[in-house]
Nanobody
Framework: QVQLVESGGGSVQAGGSLRLSCAASGNILLGNVMGWYRQAPGKQRELVAVKSREGITNTAESVKGRFTISRDNAKNMVYLQMNSLKPEDTAVYYC???????????WGKGTLVTVSS
């Protein structure tokens, strides 16, 4: 099994910044794609940003220019630097590790980010 533990969530005013971290442990194969999704109240979970082991990034249009994903392959860590936060960024943010194999897509428990206006 793989365990993902997020940290760094919290409450911030609009325009502020937060940095999320996710530590992966357990039976990690390659850590092919790691990244972040979020789910706001009453909405479906959506992709925020993911990054492949080779460095290819996919970022949601709604956060481009404000959020930056990075990862440390040696430490099995992924980070999300969030700047210029908006109230609509309020959500539970989930760390994800996808080994791109059946049954090998893992989720953390989530960390809450609240942005007040």
């Amino acid at each position: 099994q793989v365990q993902l533990v997020e940290s760094g969530g919290g409450s911030v005013q609009a325009g502020g910044s937060l940095r999320l971290s996710c530590a992966a442990s357990g039976n990690i194969l390659l850590g092919n794609v790691m990244g972040w999704y979020r789910q706001a109240p009453g909405k479906q979970r959506e992709l925020v940003a993911v990054k492949s082991r080779e460095g290819i990034t996919n970022t949601a249009e709604s956060v481009k220019g404000r959020f930056t994903i990075s990862r440390d392959n040696a430490k099995n860590m992924v980070y999300l630097q969030m700047n210029s936060l908006k109230p609509e960024d309020t959500a539970v943010y989930y760390c994800n590790l996808d080994e791109l194999r059946p049954g090998m897509n893992f989720w953390g428990k989530g960390t809450l980010v609240t942005v007040s206006s």
